[in-house]
């Protein structure tokens, strides 16, 4: 029986240590980023499991595995972003402007799984900005300028919000210039 739950025990942990392996053997041999972790998803390991063993094996290359990995799936670059924060929360500019830079209609839901993920949103939002493909306002508020009174109001434009109420004409209000009217 020993034998038996050994034997099931290194079966389990046999794909594992492969792919693992895999991924650092192909770190090591130059392949590109796109190619390292298509062959890693190819072992079925998660998406979670390829960003840990890549930050494992050099952490300076989590950013371009998370642009490689959103780029083949950006609609996942939510849940990208998220694994690779979990695998090296100290690079949250570089992994979320590396999405931004393989998918920037998805950049609302970047900044997101970042913040989620304890990334400061100040910093996640001008990565967004600095970035030239991202509207700008998918990631912060539209800051239209208008009259908040609305066209209907009695406040005069670019008033301090006091209502103007100009005398009639023919009035003695006003009290400027001096003398009185003529008769003709």
């Keep these: 029986m020993r034998h038996v739950m050994l034997g099931v025990l290194v079966g389990l942990a046999l794909p594992i240590y492969s792919a693992q392996a ?50 083949a799936n950006p609609s996942a670059a939510a849940d990208i972003v998220s694994a690779a924060m979990d695998a090296n929360p100290d690079a949250a500019e570089s992994i979320v402007d590396a999405a931004m830079q393989a998918a920037p209609e998805q950049a609302g839901a970047i900044i997101s799984a970042a913040v989620a993920k304890g990334a400061n949103p100040d910093a996640m939002t001008a990565v967004a900005l600095a970035n030239p493909n991202v509207d700008p306002t998918a990631v912060t508020e539209a800051t239209a300028a208008g009259n908040p009174q609305g066209p209907a109001s009695s406040f005069a434009p670019g008033s301090t919000g006091i209502p103007s109420s100009l005398p009639a004409f023919g009035s003695s209000s006003g009290g400027g210039g001096g003398g009185s009217a003529s008769a003709s």
């Excluded at 890549?54 to 780029?71: C, E, G, R, T, Y």
């Design 22 to 71: 895999a991924v650092s053997d192909d770190i090591s041999a130059g392949m590109p980023m796109d190619q390292v972790v298509a062959n890693a998803l190819a072992t079925n390991a998660s998406m979670s499991d390829v960003l840990a063993q890549v930050s494992a094996a050099d952490p300076s290359l989590v950013a371009s595995a998370v642009a490689a990995a959103v780029a």
